[in-house]
C-alpha cells in the first residue's frame, strides 16, 4: 500500500501564514470598536449639557445656534482626540478596519444633518433643528454600529427616539431634547463603554 504523499513544507509555511493573517483580522473585528472612548463620549455629554444651560438664558435663535454648532465642532475634536489616544493605548491603528468603515458610516447622516441645517436656518427655521440633528446624528450611530460594539446601535436608536420627540413637542421639548440626547445620552453610554470595554 503507497503511502499518501507527505505536505510540503512551503504548503505547510503558507497555509500557517493564511491562518494567522485570519486570526489578525478576526480580533481586529472583534475588538477595535472598544477603541471608542467612553471617557470622550462623557466630555462631550458634559459640555452639551454646559451649552443647553447656557443657551436656556439667550433670546436670539442665531446666537443658540451658533453656540450649538460651536459645541458640535468642539465634540467632534474632542471624541476623535480621546478615541485616538484609545486606540493608540491599546496598540490598534486609528484609520484601519471597522474604525474607518465606522466613520465612513457615520459621515453620510451627519452631511445630512449640516446640509439640512443650512437650509432650515437660511429659512429662519430654528424650532425644527434639534429633531434633525437627533435624527440625524442618532441614524449615523445605529448604521456605524454595525461596525462597533453592541452599545452603539443601542445608543442610536435612543438618539433617534428622543429626536421623535422633539419633532411631537415643539420648540420647548426641542430644547429638552438636546438637553436629553446630546447630554444626558452622551454621559449615560459614555459610562457604560468606560466600564464594559475599559476608557
Avoid: N
Amino acid at each position: 500500500m503507497a503511502a499518501s504523499p507527505r505536505p510540503s513544507p512551503t504548503a505547510l509555511h503558507d497555509r500557517a501564514a493564511d491562518d494567522l493573517r485570519f486570526i489578525r483580522e478576526t480580533m481586529q473585528r472583534a475588538v477595535a470598536f472598544t477603541a471608542l472612548s467612553g471617557f470622550g463620549f462623557i466630555l462631550v455629554g458634559l459640555g452639551a449639557i454646559a451649552t443647553a444651560a447656557t443657551t436656556s438664558r439667550i433670546d436670539s435663535p442665531t446666537a443658540r445656534l451658533l453656540l450649538w454648532l460651536c459645541d458640535a465642532l468642539l465634540s467632534v475634536a474632542v471624541g476623535s482626540a480621546m478615541t485616538a489616544i484609545k486606540a493608540r493605548r491599546a496598540g490598534q491603528f486609528a484609520w484601519r478596519g471597522p474604525l474607518r468603515k465606522f466613520a465612513a458610516s457615520l459621515a453620510p447622516a451627519l452631511v445630512a444633518g449640516a446640509a439640512l441645517t443650512a437650509v432650515l436656518a437660511g429659512r429662519g427655521d430654528f424650532d425644527d433643528l434639534p429633531c434633525v440633528w437627533l435624527l440625524c446624528y442618532g441614524a449615523g450611530l445605529a448604521a456605524a454600529g454595525a461596525f462597533s460594539v453592541r452599545v452603539v446601535p443601542v445608543m442610536g436608536w435612543s438618539f433617534v427616539a428622543v429626536g421623535l420627540s422633539a419633532a411631537a413637542f415643539g420648540p420647548r421639548g426641542g430644547e429638552v431634547a438636546m438637553l436629553l440626547g446630546f447630554g444626558v445620552l452622551h454621559v449615560a453610554f459614555g459610562a457604560v463603554i468606560m466600564r464594559r470595554y475599559g476608557g
